[in-house]
């Protein structure tokens, strides 16, 4: 008898337009059509079809006992700490029988942080083709905006791992709700850093309203600073970066693969000018104080890199 493997669940967050409500169903059709071995469903925890609870529903009858949640979103607020993990303790109680267990958030991984910089590369056309063209750019990276201000810091995080090594003037970090600085006070800090050339980047997975509100709200600063040239470059959208990122956060859900912060790890994970500290050997320091050294105070200071376990 062939044992199914655990089906994966894909939890979005659900918006009120209807292109981009479309663009995470086919983008779960996707994933089922890449991976037949797979039992692959998705839903919204608000807004949109179809709702979370029918997708486990759908998993059920299909003869799922097992499956692993993924969600659909680059930082972890109201809906991936609280929202979804209440939605799936209910189907539990709805579906007695079930197990499941519950990945991480997407962002900020190395992959998306490649296909962002695609966007800014589209975005800027054939006017950045040199590292000196970079050198003059400045980008605005836009995240949706929470009342959690952990969430909130992890776009920050995003915008300086996005910024190490490619060689940008800038990237400066704003949002579209809910969270200080919105996309004009964003605008006019990077104006005031003496910004010429703005990439507006939304840090958003598929088109919905809001996206579609960062751009209109880049073009009409842009209209009223006609000295300072701004661009708008798309959302991330269902790249296959996407795709086998979701893969990996459905296997880390599976095997319990608890780790650091190591999506960004530059001693595991090739990052844009570090590429030589990948597997580097890590030595401890060495701590004076330590009684398992014999030097009494000779003044030597060994500094190798940190110990980093795998």
Not at 6 to 16: D, F, S
Not at 52 to 66: C, H, N, S, Y
Request: hydrophobic share 40%; glycine share 10%.
């Amino acid at each position: 008898m062939v044992t199914t493997p655990p089906a994966l669940l894909i939890a979005g967050h659900g918006t009120r337009d209807d292109a981009g409500a479309e663009a995470f169903r086919a983008f779960v059709r996707e994933l089922g059509r890449r991976h037949p071995e797979l039992p692959v469903a998705g839903g919204f925890i608000e807004l949109s079809p179809p709702p979370l609870g029918e997708a486990v529903a759908e998993l059920v009858e299909r003869g799922v006992r097992r499956f692993a949640a993924v969600p659909l979103m680059l930082v972890s607020a109201g809906h991936a700490k609280g929202d979804i993990p209440a939605a799936l303790a209910r189907e539990k109680e709805r579906h007695p029988g079930i197990s499941y267990t519950y990945g991480r958030p997407l962002g900020p991984h190395p992959a998306l942080l490649s296909v962002l910089e695609r966007r800014l590369d589209e975005a800027l056309g054939s006017t950045a083709r040199t590292p000196e063209d970079r050198a003059d750019v400045t980008v605005l990276l836009v995240g949706r905006g929470s009342t959690d201000p952990d969430a909130n810091a992890e776009v920050f995080k995003a915008a300086r791992l996005l910024w190490e090594g490619r060689g940008y003037a800038a990237v400066e970090t704003a949002f579209v709700s809910l969270a200080a600085p919105d996309v004009p006070s964003g605008l006019d800090r990077c104006a005031k850093l003496g910004a010429r050339r703005i990439v507006v980047l939304p840090y958003f997975l598929f088109t919905g309203v809001l996206p579609d509100r960062v751009r209109q709200q880049a073009e009409e600063w842009a209209a009223a600073h006609p000295e300072i040239e701004v661009r708008s470059a798309d959302v991330i959208g269902p790249e296959p970066e996407l795709l086998d990122l979701v893969m990996e956060r459905y296997r880390e859900a599976l095997e319990g693969d608890l780790r650091m912060n190591c999506d960004s790890c530059v001693y595991r994970i090739a990052l844009p000018g570090f590429e030589d500290k990948v597997g580097a050997p890590q030595q401890p320091h060495f701590h004076p104080d330590d009684d398992g050294h014999h030097h009494h105070g000779h003044g030597h200071h060994h500094h190798g890199a940190h110990t980093h376990a795998h």
